[in-house]
């Protein structure tokens, strides 16, 4: 199974990650103890906004208001969110309402904040924030109809109507339902059939329903709307990437002979190049880039990321040093990637040059476990495992990734078991630390202990359940095994949910579809992943696939090439071997 050291759901998601995610907008970390004159302010409002006006603020209301500040001092949140909503529907004073949805995110209660925000938006409608946290709200609930009329009013508005419907590409993202999201903006598009963003936003919709054509002829009048729009060509390439790569590549040239200064594109295309190994057409588009970006360091970074990807080393350094004389903001993080040009150049001590220049901060303990690494290759591993053991000033969050850092070398090295001991201990050092426990669960599997594996995946997801790599390994392992295919299905849905372009979810869904025998499912989604990451295991799994359709000459293509670039890789060689003609 794909599975990255660092690989980080739909509507039956708990009510506290819905909630979590409808309220994003609104998070806010709020400070509780008002002075005397803005509590003043609040109550005297409240006064004038009650729909029986009084003369004095009622006792009652003084000690509601004053048990909710203490409440909220002392950090009983939920009272103080109850408190501030039973104000506020008494008070019909907005500012106590947006209180108590505020409060009621911080203390992880739905239900509140739900009724919170609710009446919020009832009280102030002219509030965008309040809008938009109750237009959350209801779409992460699933309650799209309900969700409706906040969404037109939203895009009524001319001077906001355009920015609004490319907001519901991220808004109605995470909704499992595709089909009823088609439906729902396809009525909202309809009053504007002028708008470019309206088409991007019903093609970008159809197409994640699995409506090409449909998808395809909405973008065809955005850009007829729109001539030259970025966006929106980078879309239609990604929808015809699932007729062909070739297809898309011959879009993307087109685009750009037209519209020549697309470096979106131009960088889109590149990127999709590198990724299909055609790295001799991807260096003249390289070579564009840098000289469109002025010696943007940015540009630069990104040039000789993808020319690491493609090999060109020696281009890659030159890229990255440019990039460090016109001060890219983030030094250390180029003296990594040097770091990585060197190792592959088989120069470990230049690596190690690289490494020692990063600062104490935020890359300083990536850099000394890249030189652990170094370490574990030219002496030994026991000699990096304790170089690691002995970094100082350490906190209690990187001591977990030191010990990942560890197993992992103790992986590498085919020290299976060692690894397991290593993360049991570790898991029993830092409880209730779901990365640890993860990777101790990926241990117990290679050590064939498959049921406390699938013990330490589901104690993962709920201790956070929106891991998306604990319902993904969870779900790959039982469908490898040919066991649960159901629910394995269920756990690689949310997983995909939860992170919708990863490419080891994107494969094990075709994996799973596989194994319950839906073959053209199957294909699709293992082609989306490989044309994301040529990784040799999806590239197993794409061509089993293509062989039991019958297509035998693409599978044996598919298996050569990733055996060229990956000849040592165990699936992929016996995968290839099982299905040798």
């Known amino acids: 199974?794909?599975?990255?050291?660092?690989?980080?759901?739909?509507?039956?998601?708990?009510?506290?990650?819905?909630?979590?995610?409808?309220?994003?907008?609104?998070?806010?970390?709020?400070?509780?103890?008002?002075?005397?004159?803005?509590?003043?302010?609040?109550?005297?409002?409240?006064?004038?906004?009650?729909?029986?006006?009084?003369?004095?603020?009622?006792?009652?209301?003084?000690?509601?208001?004053?048990?909710?500040?203490?409440?909220?001092?002392?950090?009983?949140?939920?009272?103080?969110?109850?408190?501030?909503?039973?104000?506020?529907?008494?008070?019909?004073?907005?500012?106590?309402?947006?209180?108590?949805?505020?409060?009621?995110?911080?203390?992880?209660?739905?239900?509140?904040?739900?009724?919170?925000?609710?009446?919020?938006?009832?009280?102030?409608?002219?509030?965008?924030?309040?809008?938009?946290?109750?237009?959350?709200?209801?779409?992460?609930?699933?309650?799209?109809?309900?969700?409706?009329?906040?969404?037109?009013?939203?895009?009524?508005?001319?001077?906001?109507?355009?920015?609004?419907?490319?907001?519901?590409?991220?808004?109605?993202?995470?909704?499992?339902?595709?089909?009823?999201?088609?439906?729902?903006?396809?009525?909202?598009?309809?009053?504007?059939?002028?708008?470019?963003?309206?088409?991007?936003?019903?093609?970008?919709?159809?197409?994640?329903?699995?409506?090409?054509?449909?998808?395809?002829?909405?973008?065809?009048?955005?850009?007829?709307?729109?001539?030259?729009?970025?966006?929106?060509?980078?879309?239609?390439?990604?929808?015809?990437?699932?007729q062909s790569p070739d297809e898309t590549l011959k879009f993307y040239r087109e685009f750009l002979k037209k519209y020549p200064e697309s470096n979106e594109v131009r960088l889109t295309m590149a990127r999709l190049l590198v990724n299909q190994k055609r790295f001799a057409e991807a260096k003249p588009e390289f070579l564009k880039l840098v000289k469109a970006s002025n010696n943007n360091p940015e540009i630069l970074v990104v040039v000789g990321l993808l020319s690491f990807q493609a090999g060109e080393f020696t281009e890659s350094e030159s890229y990255f040093q440019q990039a460090l004389k016109a001060d890219f903001k983030d030094p250390d993080q180029i003296y990594l990637y040097l770091g990585q040009i060197a190792e592959k150049q088989k120069n470990d001590t230049q690596a190690l040059a690289y490494y020692n220049k990063v600062q104490p901060g935020e890359r300083y303990l990536e850099a000394k476990i890249s030189i652990a690494g170094v370490i574990a290759r030219t002496q030994n591993v026991d000699a990096a495992i304790t170089m690691l053991s002995e970094l100082k000033e350490v906190n209690t969050e990187q001591m977990t990734v030191v010990s990942q850092a560890q197993a992992n070398l103790l992986n590498q090295a085919k020290r299976y078991q060692e690894a397991y001991d290593l993360l049991n201990k570790a898991v029993n050092t830092y409880p209730n630390t779901p990365d640890i426990i993860y990777d101790f669960a990926m241990a117990a599997e290679r050590v064939g202990q498959i049921e406390v594996s699938e013990r330490e995946l589901r104690k993962v997801i709920l201790i956070k359940p929106d891991f998306a790599q604990a319902y993904n390994a969870l779900g790959y392992s039982l469908a490898d095994r040919n066991q649960k295919l159901d629910e394995a299905n269920k756990l690689i849905e949310k997983a995909l949910y939860l992170s919708p372009n990863d490419h080891y979810i994107l494969d094990s869904m075709g994996w799973v579809k596989y194994r319950l025998g839906k073959l053209d499912q199957a294909a699709d989604y293992l082609q989306r992943a490989y044309s994301t990451q040529s990784d040799p295991e999806i590239a197993a799994h794409l061509g089993e696939v293509l062989w039991q359709q019958g297509k035998h000459d693409e599978a044996q293509q598919t298996w050569e090439d990733a055996l060229r670039a990956y000849p040592d890789n165990e699936v992929l060689i016996n995968t290839s071997k099982k299905f040798k003609r």
């Open 1 to 242: 199974m794909p599975n990255p050291k660092s690989m980080p759901a739909h509507k039956n998601l708990s009510s506290q990650r819905t909630f979590k995610l409808a309220l994003s907008s609104v998070a806010i970390a709020l400070t509780l103890n008002l002075n005397a004159h803005a509590a003043d302010d609040i109550k005297v409002a409240a006064v004038q906004q009650t729909e029986a006006p009084q003369t004095q603020v009622s006792s009652e209301f003084i000690f509601k208001y004053l048990v909710g500040e203490i409440a909220g001092q002392r950090g009983d949140l939920n009272l103080a969110s109850n408190l501030f909503l039973d104000l506020a529907k008494s008070s019909r004073d907005p500012r106590l309402a947006e209180r108590a949805a505020k409060v009621a995110v911080s203390a992880n209660n739905p239900q509140v904040a739900m009724q919170a925000v609710s009446l919020w938006a009832d009280l102030d409608p002219d509030s965008i924030e309040a809008q938009q946290a109750s237009t959350q709200m209801l779409v992460a609930s699933g309650k799209l109809d309900e969700a409706k009329p906040y969404l037109q009013k939203l895009l009524a508005k001319e001077d906001t109507r355009a920015n609004g419907f490319l907001y519901l590409n991220t808004l109605l993202a995470r909704q499992q339902d595709k089909n009823a999201v088609l439906l729902l903006v396809q009525e909202l598009a309809q009053p504007y059939p002028k708008v470019p963003e309206a088409h991007f936003t019903v093609g970008h919709s159809a197409w994640a329903a699995g409506k090409n054509e449909l998808a395809l002829y909405e973008l065809s009048i955005a850009e007829s709307l729109h001539p030259g729009w970025e966006m929106n060509a980078i879309l239609q390439g990604q929808v015809l990437f699932s």
